[in-house]
């Protein structure tokens, strides 16, 4: 059965019903999996989750252009494990018609996510700096562009509790010099208002021996497009997307 035959199954939520489960405080964990895995996966959710469904699709498209200092700052906050790092982003949702500029403030275990709503411009207008400033210590007139990402989404909602589950996949990577697909790797996001480990797809996931990884689509995209830039702490679980979809040799 293919993932659009499975997806048909959930009863399905819209995004003022989805309201209650905004969590833009929340904790984020992250799973890696391959696309066979999760068509196994789906159908032991049925009964738990609702689907998002927006304009009748239930795979929405998201583009984002991620912004950075010249050195990658925020690249190697991550590398390097900081426990208080942040990424700034422009997010467009297109089947909602939305488009955001976002800052993801991590703090050990929580994520706490502030934006405003406006269209992707650069160089940024007045109001767009101004609000970056509130949050990060960089100077916003010093950031720049470094890579776009597009990806394909699946939302699921648990019908009872307050937690939303990501589904992401068809992860494309550009930047001015190169592109990257990724067709096979899946990206699950768990996100919730505490962590709960044994909520119904954190318990089937280890079940299944599907464990949480550190994973970030950024660094992801910044690794790809870069073969110069440094990723030793990240070398394991780039070994295992690399078991999903062999994309390039390791030195």
Request: include cysteine; hydrophobic fraction near 35%.
């Amino acid at each position: 059965m293919s993932l659009q035959q499975q997806l048909d199954k959930f009863s399905p939520i819209d995004l003022k019903q989805m309201d209650r489960v905004k969590l833009l405080k929340r904790t984020d964990t992250k799973y890696l999996l391959s696309k066979t895995s999760l068509i196994e996966l789906l159908p032991e959710l049925l009964d738990h989750y609702f689907a998002l469904e927006i304009k009748g699709n239930r795979e929405a498209s998201y583009q984002t252009t991620y912004l950075d200092t010249e050195n990658k700052d925020y690249y190697f906050q991550h590398h390097q494990g900081k426990p208080k790092r942040h990424k700034v982003r422009f997010r467009n949702y297109i089947e909602s018609d939305l488009s955001f500029l976002e800052v993801k403030l991590k703090s050990k275990e929580t994520t706490d996510k502030k934006r405003i709503s406006t269209p992707f411009t650069f160089p940024m207008s007045a109001i767009q700096e101004t609000f970056l400033q509130k949050w990060i210590p960089e100077n916003a007139t010093d950031l720049k562009q470094i890579l776009q990402n597009t990806f394909s989404r699946i939302t699921l909602v648990h019908k009872t509790d307050e937690e939303r589950v990501t589904i992401d996949f068809n992860l494309k990577f550009e930047d001015q010099n190169s592109k990257v697909d990724l067709a096979e790797p899946i990206i699950i996001e768990v996100k919730q208002s505490g962590v709960n480990r044994n909520s119904r797809i954190s318990t089937l996931l280890r079940s299944k021996q599907i464990r949480p990884q550190r994973l970030s689509k950024y660094c992801i995209g910044c690794i790809l497009l870069d073969d110069k830039l440094k990723y030793n702490r990240f070398k394991s679980r780039l070994l295992d997307l690399n078991k999903i979809q062999k994309i390039w040799n390791f030195n």
